[in-house]
Nanobody, 131 residues
Framework: QVQLMESGGGSVQAGGSLRLSCTASVDTYSTFCMAWFRQTPGKEREGVAAISADADDDNTRYADSAKGRFIISQDNAANTLHLQMNNLEPEDTAMYYC??????????????????????WGQGTQVTVSS
């Protein structure tokens, strides 16, 4: 059982930045596969960014809407996942969720992320961007 707790959400004006954090109850490195998702009322949950142990140097994936603005990272010593969000837009307004899928890594992790089929989820943190 993996417990995840998000923090760092809030309200910001367009163009501003927020840094989301997710503290895990287990070693984040050993989970190999962690991600951020977001959801707005009436819409399906969508993947924002994922990070996984990978044979290649490129061990992150981003939604097109997040590329160039968001950065996903891990602080393994603190068992924490982060999402640095820059140049925020009103369209980024959503509930943001941290998720983990132990046992998945690399391409299998990214496939689960693309399908929003992760095993463990946090409760979410709200991000509101005003124009």
């Amino acid at each position: 059982q993996v417990q995840l707790m998000e923090s760092g959400g809030g309200s910001v004006q367009a163009g501003g930045s927020l840094r989301l954090s997710c503290t895990a109850s287990v070693d984040t490195y050993s989970t190999f596969c962690m991600a951020w998702f977001r959801q707005t009322p009436g819409k399906e949950r969508e993947g924002v960014a994922a990070i996984s142990a990978d044979a290649d140097d490129d061990n992150t994936r981003y939604a097109d809407s997040a590329k160039g603005r968001f950065i996903i990272s891990q602080d393994n010593a603190a068992n924490t996942l982060h999402l640095q969000m820059n140049n925020l837009e009103p369209e980024d307004t959503a509930m943001y969720y941290c998720a983990s899928y132990p046992g998945q890594w690399g391409s299998s992790c990214y496939a689960k992320w693309a399908q929003a089929e992760f095993r463990y989820w946090g409760q979410g943190t709200q991000v509101t961007v005003s124009s």
